[in-house]
């Protein structure tokens, strides 16, 4: 007599939709472009997940690490995950299957590879920067509040950043928490929750915003911090839309009272020792992350920290650059500042990776240096420029730039925060 047939189990991996902010993070990381995406929801196709784990570190808010044990003939398929607001409950019909659950990861029963097993982390190229903090950070605070208990902020300054001519309109906004704690470090972020909702009702999911200022406040003493926010006025086809949450960051009033969640982020954090160097290259709001850190640094220059701090910062003409009255005005011994505009009229275009060649010498004295920190933040079609000037440079200097990036990578001294 034939016995039962092998029922298959699958610990499937999913993204929780509550905690999610939509970052993109886990979809540029996955080696095997499991990850996709539509509107509402972040999701895993059970077909193609290999468990690999490459996208479990980089997401800064732990959305990406859910899981659920179900029939693998009936995992939730993609058009069931995107029309989710919360994960389902374990499926209670599994707890009379405690042989097939066993059975996940022993290869000659279900034949379903258990995530124990996957590779190991950093195993794929598409990790392209570190999954671990500096060894010297501090201990971040994460996930404190979420989009159903958010923390609420006053905003208590709204100051546009970029010349009043200049097509980019971008703010600096400082928001303060009174006696509630908030808890934050340099590189880390927050989402704010814009009011309202979307056109089939859904409330708006949270969008993330770097932190601009340095753990101590945007003040010094004071529980409140900045961000560096943009005013999108198209859609990635150059069609006009308003950013939902951009636009209403950008015409806050003093006062006015901001849904916060975070903070966000245990890996893009600055070194703590104060001999450490700092290389930062970045392009419009992609500043924010090096302006707290710059600022950090400034503030314990009279402590004795003695780190070089080396910065390229690119944007498409000087009245688009956020922050640069406040950049020239840093003492030249302290950071050195690099600049490159793309839209000058009458000038070559000129990107970040061009200065960056520019300086060759002193960059790879920099890469040279085992207490030098990388770190990359701007838009998603910056990195391979800024990674293969890198190369070139670390080349022509006599590095092995493939040892070199694997030992910054594994040391947590390459950060990238491209979107």
Same mark, same amino acid.
């Given at each position: ?49 290999? &468990?690999?784990? $490459? ?52 290869? #000659?029963?279900? %034949? ?10 950093? @195993?794929?190229?598409?990790?392209? #920067? ?51 704690? !908030? ?15 979307? /056109?089939? &009702? ?14 101590? %406040? ?18 990635? /086809? ?16 003093? @006062? ?35 302006? $707290? ?13 003695? #780190? ?24 030249? =011994? !302290? ?18 990776? =061009? ?22 933040? %701007? ?5 391979? &420029? ?7 440079? $670390?080349? =022509? ?23």
């Amino acid at each position: 007599m034939n016995g039962p047939v092998p029922v298959e189990v699958l610990k499937q991996h999913l993204i929780d939709p509550e905690i999610c902010i939509r970052c993109n993070t886990c979809e540029e990381t996955c080696p095997v472009d499991a990850i996709t995406h539509d509107e509402n929801n972040y999701v895993v196709r059970a077909d193609t997940c290999n &468990g690999c784990m $490459a996208c479990i570190s980089p997401c800064p808010t732990g959305a990406i690490d859910s899981w659920r044990e179900v029939i693998k003939a009936e995992a939730y398929s993609l058009e069931d995950q995107f029309g989710w607001d919360e994960l389902p409950s374990q499926n209670d019909s599994l707890a009379g299957l405690a042989g097939a659950v066993a059975g996940i990861g022993e290869a #000659g029963k279900s %034949g379903t590879e258990s995530v124990s097993d996957a590779p190991a982390l950093g @195993g794929s190229d598409m990790v392209r #920067g570190s999954v671990v903090p500096p060894w010297s950070a501090a201990k971040p605070y994460v996930n404190l509040y979420n989009h159903k208990a958010p923390i609420q902020a006053t905003v208590v300054g709204n100051y546009r950043l970029t010349d009043t001519s200049a097509e980019s309109d971008i703010h600096h906004i400082v928001l303060d928490f009174g006696k509630l704690p !908030f808890p934050v470090l340099e590189g880390q972020s927050i989402g704010i929750l814009p009011p309202g909702t979307t /056109q089939d &009702g859904r409330a708006h999911h949270a969008r993330q915003y770097s932190i601009a200022s340095p753990r101590d %406040g945007e003040r010094p003493g004071y529980n409140n911090l900045a961000l560096t926010v943009k005013r999108v006025t198209h859609d990635h /086809q150059g069609r006009e839309a308003g950013g939902v949450c951009s636009n209403y960051l950008c015409d806050l009033q003093k @006062g006015d009272v901001v849904n916060v969640m975070g903070p966000f982020g245990g890996t893009f954090l600055m070194p703590n020792h104060p001999d450490s160097h700092l290389l930062m290259i970045c392009t419009g709001t992609g500043a924010a992350p090096m302006r $707290a850190m710059t600022e950090y640094r400034r503030r314990r220059r009279l402590k004795g920290a003695t #780190g070089k701090l080396m910065l390229f910062f690119g944007a498409r003409t000087q009245g688009e650059l956020p922050y640069f009255g406040p950049l020239l005005n840093l003492p030249k =011994d !302290f950071i050195d500042t690099n600049l490159a505009f793309s839209r000058t009229p009458g000038q070559a275009k000129r990107y970040v990776q =061009d200065a960056m060649r520019e300086r060759a010498a002193d960059v790879a004295a920099l890469l040279r240096h085992d207490d030098t920190f990388v770190y990359v933040c %701007g838009l998603k079609g910056m990195e391979d &420029g800024v990674l293969q000037s890198l190369q070139v440079i $670390a080349a =022509d200097a006599g590095l092995d730039w493939s040892a070199l990036w694997q030992r910054l990578k594994t040391e947590g001294r390459l950060h990238l925060e491209t979107y």
